[in-house]
């Protein structure tokens, strides 16, 4: 925005008519600026408060006339009974927050975002102004990027099913998740009428504004031209702005649609609106889902998020919204911890953005094109002297998300209720799979097909009432072995009856070749079968055995955009060297940072998120006590299990890893690295002992089973 638009858009904003005279541009060019510096009026009149919504953790939240009738709508009304934690309240009792206090929190920080990069744009462009020429620009943010990023932060979660962490996160129930789900847009937008309402809103709006509200605005910006107001002149500027109208809103629809794809890490192929019977919808919709860039070591270089809201410039789109809904230190992820932290009891804040000084930092800055810019944390001061506080702010927000995946999102307790679900929810799918004798490839998975059938029924409920939906379809389920199960793992829910682990390995820890083997179980019909296949070696009741595979959590706040400029020390050379980096990148990187302290804290915390990566193998209490209460029948049946669960999860010859009566409690045990062949360096905790499993052997399956396919008999 240069400097007339400015002093355009303050004349706006105010009502004023000013008289200042400039030079007379030609017509064309006059017509087009007006134009646009119009429509910054129109969009600001969004922005105006309509009620306040008062929440825990952020208090009073302001939302305008649209955010009001989104709101209002009976989808996002269903995320009040969407925890934002799922099971976790049985863990910590207070922690029933659900995804609709979380959408609205998330809006009063991306607001909060929004209005510092505003005010730091002064600040950003004398930064830059150290290097000569400068090498990036920095942005001041237009009201309608503001609205829309308001409206993207708000409508975030709406595409979450119930349980959605455990269903599509950990269960992997579902081959794409939230937005990345052309079916589950097209509901939102279509059956729920996000599309049509938003439409509506903004063509009705603009065509007020248009017939009503302009006339002032456009004799003030015409004067702060030169150029003396002409009816015909306002004629053709309304004639031009009616004609913009049904582009204006389709526009602004397409892209909130391709941001909220964006920030699940997916790219928008094909997408176009449709009137139908006097209703707006989408009308084809094509959704292709992004891999993040890693290196020969797995870290993450760049996230699949991150790819996608860099490509949404290519469009013409804004990547910096992106950035401030949904990517690395973002409005999504600063409200989710701090509400997650207050309500499990962890912090006692009330207001934390007021606390929080370094989104007091935040900037937007690009090389060319107001598209093209990116959200960035300002590392330094004006005169280029390195602002400490924001790095330790940063490592703060990082050990703070760290700590809720420690102590909350992988809570043992938490992780075996999951699993109660993902398998419960499982024998219904697989029971459905059955039922339709259909032919399925090597690689098609049956509970996955099933379960994407059972999408539209799930986007109408909510937690309770999953179960609630499961149960009644318990009688409807042909294979009475699914069945049972089903029925075994409802009644345990429902009572609280918390499986016991009784195998703990840690995946980073274990041999590449040997994890690829595990991980083939993070397919739920695979890992359903082998839990009901153990359960018939051991003859135990159906539901007695759950297999889990942690999501790997690597963490991203790391990865966030950094401004900094690096002053050198000889004299004759005042400019500066201006770089834009990944936090993590420009600690080791950039001159002269490497922060040998800071870099060990990072490469810490990345093995410590690593060491969250495991496969858990639980067992109902009656399993458990019977294998290791029992003091005539424990020791065989425990020999049984273990034996199980070895042989056909780890393909480990599990002759050696029960202690011998001789060894005291808590032992580790060494395994004879005489009877295997090649070594491993890897270590399972099984019921309280470390067992290193030095040497393992690849035995093979020779039972006739597929555990692949949907039939396990």
Request: proline residues 4%; contains cysteine.
């Amino acid at each position: 925005m240069n400097g007339t638009q400015k002093r355009l858009t303050d004349a706006l904003s105010k009502g004023e008519n000013t008289t200042k005279s400039e030079p007379l541009m030609e017509l064309p060019v006059s017509i087009k600026t007006v134009i646009e510096n119009v429509w910054d009026g129109f969009w600001r009149t969004l922005l105006a408060r309509h009620k306040t919504i008062r929440i825990t953790v952020h208090l009073d939240v302001d939302v305008s006339r649209l955010e009001t009738q989104i709101i209002d709508t009976k989808a996002f009304q269903r995320l009040h009974r969407i925890r934002q934690l799922g099971f976790v309240y049985l863990v910590y009792p207070s922690a029933k927050h659900s995804r609709f206090e979380h959408s609205i929190g998330a809006l009063k920080v991306a607001d909060a975002i929004v209005k510092w990069c505003n005010k730091n744009k002064d600040v950003a462009e004398r930064i830059l102004n150290l290097a000569q020429p400068p090498p990036y620009r920095a942005f001041e943010i237009g009201p309608r990027e503001h609205v829309l990023t308001r409206l993207a932060a708000l409508m975030h979660d709406l595409a979450h099913i119930p349980h959605g962490h455990e269903l599509e996160k950990e269960g992997r129930l579902f081959t794409k998740t939230q937005w990345l789900d052309e079916d589950r847009v097209k509901h939102i937008f279509n059956e729920e009428r996000l599309c049509d309402i938003i439409m509506r809103f903004l063509l009705n709006e603009m065509e007020r504004f248009v017939n009503n509200t302009i006339h002032q605005l456009i004799h003030g910006i015409l004067r702060c031209y030169g150029a003396m107001p002409r009816r015909e002149l306002e004629e053709q500027i309304k004639e031009r702005m009616k004609s913009e109208i049904p582009n204006q809103a389709e526009r602004f629809v397409k892209e909130l649609v391709n941001i909220l794809v964006a920030i699940e890490g997916g790219r928008v192929e094909k997408l176009s609106l449709k009137r139908v019977n006097n209703t707006w919808r989408i009308d084809e919709l094509k959704i292709t889902p992004l891999k993040p860039d890693e290196d020969a070591d797995g870290n993450v270089i760049k996230t699949a998020e991150d790819k996608a809201i860099e490509e949404l410039a290519n469009k013409g789109y804004h990547s910096f919204i992106g950035d401030i809904v949904g990517n690395t230190i973002c409005a999504d992820l600063i409200d989710y911890v701090y509400r997650d932290l207050y309500h499990c009891g962890i912090s006692a804040k009330e207001a934390p953005l007021e606390a929080l000084r370094f989104l007091r930092f935040f900037a937007v800055v690009g090389e060319r094109d107001y598209a093209g810019a990116r959200l960035v944390l300002l590392l330094v001061n004006e005169r280029g002297r390195l602002r400490e506080d924001n790095i330790r702010a940063v490592f703060q927000l990082l050990d703070d998300r760290y700590f809720l995946a420690e102590r909350v999102y992988y809570h043992r307790v938490k992780l075996a209720l999951s699993s109660l679900l993902i398998s419960a929810f499982s024998a219904y799918c697989h029971d459905r799979a059955r039922q339709k004798q259909q032919r399925r490839e090597q690689q098609t998975d049956g509970i996955q097909e099933v379960a994407k059938e059972l999408l539209t029924d799930l986007l109408k409920i909510g937690d309770d009432e999953l179960l609630d939906y499961l149960r009644s379809r318990i009688n409807d389920m042909k294979d009475p072995y699914d069945r049972e199960t089903a029925e075994n793992l409802l009644n345990a829910l429902e009572r609280r009856v918390i499986y016991r682990p009784i195998l703990m390995i840690n995946l980073v820890q274990l041999e590449k070749g040997l994890r690829e083997e595990v991980l083939k179980y993070e397919k739920p019909t695979p890992r359903y079968n082998l839990e009901r296949f153990i359960e018939h070696v051991i003859k135990a009741p159906p539901g007695s055995v759950l297999i889990y595979i942690s999501k790997r959590d690597r963490g991203k706040a790391a990865l966030v955009k950094c401004l900094y400029a690096y002053i050198p020390s000889q004299r004759s050379s005042r400019t500066a060297q201006i770089v834009m980096l990944p936090l993590k990148t420009l600690l080791k990187e950039a001159p002269p940072f490497k922060d040998v302290h800071a870099i060990g804290r990072f490469d810490a915390l990345r093995r410590d998120y690593d060491l969250l990566w495991r496969v858990y193998v639980f067992v109902s209490r009656d399993l458990y006590e019977e294998s290791y209460k029992d003091p005539i029948l424990g020791s065989r049946k425990k020999r049984e299990l273990l034996e199980a669960v070895c042989k056909h999860l780890l393909d480990v010859n599990a002759n050696h890893l029960l202690p011998s009566p001789q060894e005291p409690p808590g032992s580790v045990i060494n395994l004879d690295p005489a009877t295997f062949g090649h070594p491993v360096n890897a270590h399972a905790r099984l019921h309280g002992k470390v067992i290193r499993l030095h040497e393992l052997i690849t035995l093979g399956c020779p039972d006739k089973w597929d555990l692949a396919s949907t039939d396990y008999k």
